[in-house]
Each structure stands twice: as structure tokens, then as C-alpha cells.
């Protein structure tokens, strides 16, 4: 047993998507018990879906700064987690903090983190769009928090790719892989029933969708909510499935729009179980979700992305996520061609793991010793998509 003394390392987080991206990570590091201690930070920037993951994954913070509030603003929320993570962080001192993605969290956090003076690492580094606002705030959280960071978990080589572009230092990129490809392996099985499946008809496909980003609320959404009502009246053999998220602005227009409508499922958001293997049983996914979107290929699912653009390219060069945007019409004729022309489903459902192969929580505690000078240096994950 080596006398160094353990590495503090400090995981922050807040979301539903930040809290099923790091549990395989918090794991992993608990594990490195000799190497690790670990501390974990939740804002609760989302409280019952922050919850529900932690409960599935028997997750319990040391800290929970309680932030959440109905209709919270940015500016709400990045205030609150900054004076109140400055208190933890200088109690704690610790070696290393970590956050995840593009959320209001993931760049408060690393504010804070960087006026401390403590070391920043960044999980799910270097996605870009280069759009400042689109998707907003999130591609400006992104490429803020990788501004003040040490050492980058870029889960591709196209991400990697964007930081060395940025100028960022090559040693301190790793080529990871996603860590959600991790968590897929913790809560697919093949045994796996719900009570939705007894509601579900047996014969017919269904397709499911998710919806909440800010630039969608409003007409956006509203055209997509129509193309999901036209297109489920036309087949039948088709239901929709449809988990709403909390956001009041997008419960009240599926509330508005499709709740009572035959074929269409108005659910409650899913806990990550649940949602991983009804996705895996569904026959497509639409979604403007990113983790979604990086699921998805490993299932094998094709995915219609209400986006405009995205930060995951990789599934569209290798054509299992095809951007449709809002528009109406756009995504009608979509939606008909998966699911009446059987060629192109079958070319967008093939599985592969583009986004990561399930050892991303390993490969970033390797690259966190190295960094510190007490491993050698991961290798990269290679999915064999290229970075161009
Ligand atoms: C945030 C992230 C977004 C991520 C999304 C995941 C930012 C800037 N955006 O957006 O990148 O895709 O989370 O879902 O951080 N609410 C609840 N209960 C919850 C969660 C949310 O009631 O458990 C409601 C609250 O009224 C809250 C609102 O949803 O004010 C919006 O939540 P917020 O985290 O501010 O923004 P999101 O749109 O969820
Ligand atoms: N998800 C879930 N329950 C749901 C909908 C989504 O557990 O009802 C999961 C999904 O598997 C993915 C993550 O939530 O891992 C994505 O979160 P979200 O779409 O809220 O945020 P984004 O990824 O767009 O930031």
C-alpha cells in the first residue's frame, strides 16, 4: 500500500442527465478507495429528477445545496451555486473537482472551483456547435467551463479534436469515451418488465419521444407536438409514448395538446431504468435530448432529433440520428419514411457504440492518477468514427 496520501476529488453535480453520467463515475472512484476519497455535491439544480436518480443508484451526497425553485432563472440558479459551493470548497480543500457537461451546475461549479485556485476537471468536454445560442445556454456553459479547466474527459475524438482547436494542451485531453455507455451497462436487462407494457398493445410499434429544451418551448414545440398528433392518427399500429418533463412551460402544452389523445401516452418522467429499457423495446426515439441521442445508438434505435443542430455528429455521419428540426412537415415526412420504408430503418437501427464502450469510468480515474503522477496514461477509446 503506497504512503501517499489519498486524492481528495470532489464531484459536482445537479441534473438529471449530470447525475446517470457520473454515478458509473463515482463508482468507479469508490472502488480506487487507496487512490480516491471521494466526495460528492449535489446543487439539486433539478430536485425530484436529481432524486430519482440517486435513489435507483443508492447515491448519498455529502452535500445537497438545495438550490431548485419553480421557474428558476439562470441567473437564480448560477448565483445561488456559487456563494453556496464556495463554502464547501473551502472547507473541503479538495485536490480535484469535477462536473459534467453544459449545465448551469457544470459552469458555476467551475467559477467557483477556479476562483479557489483548485483544480478543474471537465467530464463530457469539448462538445461544440460553435453557436453561441444554440442550444443555449448550454453550448456557452460548455465552452466557458472548458476555459478554466485543467484536465479534459473529451468522450470522443471529435471532441477532442474541437479542444485542441481551441488551443487547449494535448496532455491534458483523454480520449474517454461517454460515461452514460457505463451507466446503460448497470440498467439494461433483458428480464425487465413495466406495468406500460400491459397498457401498450403487443402488435403495434411505439414510438418514444422526450422534449425540453428551452429554444423548443413555445412554437417550436408546438409544431412537433402536431407532426407526433397527425402522424399517430394516420398508422394503427402505432402509440407514442411520452415521459413529459417537469418544466412547467412543457407540461402545459403536452397537457394542452395531446393528453387524452388516443394512442398518445402522457407519462411522468421515467426513472433511468425504466427509461433505458422501454427505449430499447420502442421502435424509434424523437427526442432534443443529448444524452438521448447518445443512448441511442448503442440500442440500436433510430433517432429523429428535434434540433436544428447538434454537438453529437458522430451518430449522424455514422446515420443513426438524422436531424429533423422542428418544422412540421419535415418531420412528417420523417416519421412516415421510418416507419413505412423497412430499408431505411434498417440502416439507421444497426447498434454500434459511437459515443463510448463502457469503460469511460475507468479510463478518466486512470487519467486523474496519471495526471497526478501515479499511473501511466490511459489509452484513448476509439470508436472508429473519424474526427473530421
Ligand atoms: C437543464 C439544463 C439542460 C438539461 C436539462 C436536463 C441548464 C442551463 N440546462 O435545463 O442542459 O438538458 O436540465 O433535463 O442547466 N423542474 C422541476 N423538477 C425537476 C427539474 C426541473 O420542477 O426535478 C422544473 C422547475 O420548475 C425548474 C424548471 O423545471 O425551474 C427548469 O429547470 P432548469 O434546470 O432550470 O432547466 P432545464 O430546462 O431543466
Ligand atoms: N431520461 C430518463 N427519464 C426520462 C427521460 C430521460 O431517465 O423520462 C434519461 C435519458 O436516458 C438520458 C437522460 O435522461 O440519460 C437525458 O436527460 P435530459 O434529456 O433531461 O437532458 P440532456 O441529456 O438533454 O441534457
Not at 443508484?57 to 441567473?75: A, K, N, T
Not at 462536473?99 to 461544440?128: C, M, P, Q, W
Not at 412540421?328 to 415526412?333: G, L, R, W
Request: charged content about 25%.
Amino acid at each position: 500500500m503506497s504512503s501517499e496520501k489519498r486524492l481528495k476529488v470532489m464531484v459536482v453535480f445537479g441534473t438529471r442527465p449530470e447525475a446517470i453520467k457520473m454515478a458509473p463515475l463515482i463508482f468507479q472512484l469508490k472502488k480506487e478507495k487507496h487512490l480516491f476519497e471521494t466526495k460528492v455535491v449535489v446543487t439539486s439544480q433539478h430536485r425530484e429528477l436529481l432524486d430519482q436518480v440517486c435513489q435507483v443508484f443508492g447515491i448519498v451526497p455529502d452535500y445537497d445545496l438545495d438550490v431548485m425553485s419553480e421557474r428558476q432563472s439562470l441567473v437564480d440558479v448560477t448565483t445561488v451555486i456559487l456563494e453556496k459551493l464556495d463554502a464547501v470548497l473551502k472547507k473541503e480543500q479538495p485536490d480535484m473537482v469535477l462536473v459534467h457537461g453544459d449545465t448551469a451546475t457544470a459552469f458555476a461549479a467551475s467559477l467557483a472551483t477556479f476562483y479557489n485556485h483548485i483544480k478543474l476537471g471537465h467530464v463530457e468536454a469539448g462538445l461544440r456547435t460553435w453557436d453561441k445560442l444554440s442550444p443555449f445556454p448550454e453550448e456557452m456553459n460548455r465552452q466557458l467551463t472548458d476555459a478554466m479547466c485543467d484536465v479534459y474527459f473529451a468522450p470522443t475524438a471529435k471532441s477532442r479534436a474541437n479542444l485542441l482547436q481551441e488551443g487547449r494542451s494535448q496532455d491534458a485531453i483523454f480520449v474517454t469515451g461517454n460515461t452514460v455507455i457505463d451507466t446503460l451497462s448497470l440498467t439494461i436487462s433483458d428480464s425487465y418488465h413495466h406495468e406500460l407494457f400491459d397498457r401498450l398493445d403487443a402488435n403495434k410499434r411505439f414510438i418514444l419521444l422526450t422534449m425540453h429544451r428551452r429554444e423548443s418551448h413555445g412554437d417550436a414545440m408546438k409544431e412537433v407536438f402536431e407532426a407526433i398528433y397527425e402522424v399517430s392518427a394516420e398508422y394503427e399500429d402505432l402509440e407514442i409514448v411520452f415521459p413529459v418533463h417537469p418544466n412547467p412551460n412543457v407540461q402545459a402544452l403536452a397537457k394542452q395538446m395531446l393528453d387524452g389523445v388516443e394512442h398518445i401516452h402522457l407519462i411522468s418522467p421515467l426513472d433511468v431504468v425504466d427509461f433505458h429499457n422501454i427505449a430499447r423495446r420502442s421502435y424509434f426515439i424523437m427526442t432534443d435530448s443529448g444524452g438521448v441521442q447518445e443512448e441511442a445508438p448503442s440500442l440500436g434505435k433510430p433517432v429523429l432529433v428535434l434540433r436544428k443542430e447538434t454537438e453529437r455528429p458522430e451518430g449522424v455521419q455514422a446515420g443513426t440520428l438524422r436531424l429533423v428540426g422542428t418544422d412540421k412537415e419535415t418531420i412528417k415526412s420523417a416519421m412516415r419514411e421510418l416507419l413505412g420504408d423497412r430499408e431505411c430503418y434498417n440502416r439507421m437501427a444497426r447498434a454500434q457504440n459511437l459515443y463510448g464502450d463502457g469503460c469511460a469510468s475507468e479510463r478518466i480515474t486512470q487519467a486523474l492518477a496519471y495526471h497526478f503522477g501515479r499511473a501511466e496514461r490511459p489509452l484513448d477509446f476509439a470508436s472508429g468514427v473519424s474526427d473530421e
